[in-house]
């Protein structure tokens, strides 16, 4: 990729690029540092309005999930990139920063499950690991061969898949 095409995509003048980047790994350095920042993603979810139904609130919080996913994957997909830059999994800070995003993201789904925490059998973080895990699974291109809309992944994680579930048979979830 060049210059060039970078600035077309974004819109500016390639000397534009050149005063605030001072090369070109730089400029990508930052694509990637934003693509991986979870400060968006973790103020949209936030902004999910607890008191409206579980299944409206949770498909919103997977469509933002899911625009994540496929945003860090597009750019890791343009870089030539099939797995994190080993950059960033190499330094312990950044990991211990991503592990701390997780965290702070599984609460923030928590929090919703947990506003409706009596029309759940789990208790909230194990569904918002739930969530997550299948709203990823259901996301990556690597994973699933046409991607999951995210009302398909709330109505599978909420009721299911099968016809007539018979509550003696369910094997537990947490």
């Known amino acids: 990729m060049t210059t060039a095409q970078i600035a077309l995509a974004a819109g500016v003048a390639e000397g534009t690029l050149f005063r605030v ?24 979810l936030a902004a999910i309005d607890r008191s409206q139904p579980l299944r409206e609130a949770l498909i919103q919080a997977v469509a933002i999930m899911q ?9 890791l997909a343009v870089l030539g990139m099939n797995v994190t830059p080993p950059d960033f999994r190499a330094r312990n800070a950044m990991t211990e920063r991503m592990s701390e995003a997780d965290t702070r993201m599984r609460n923030l789904l928590a929090e919703i499950f947990a506003a409706h925490r009596n029309e759940l059998r789990v208790d909230p973080d194990h569904a918002a690991r739930l969530m997550r895990a299948f709203t990823f699974a259901g996301t990556h291109p690597r994973i699933s061969e046409l991607p999951l809309t995210p009302g398909e992944v709330v109505t599978v994680l909420l009721d299911g898949i099968r016809s007539r579930p018979d509550e003696d048979d369910d094997e537990e979830l947490s």
């Open 21 to 44: 980047f001072p090369d070109k790994e730089s400029l990508i350095a930052a694509a990637i540092a934003s693509a991986f920042d979870p400060g968006p993603t973790e103020a949209m």
């Open 67 to 75: 625009t994540r996913v496929e945003r860090i994957w597009s750019l």
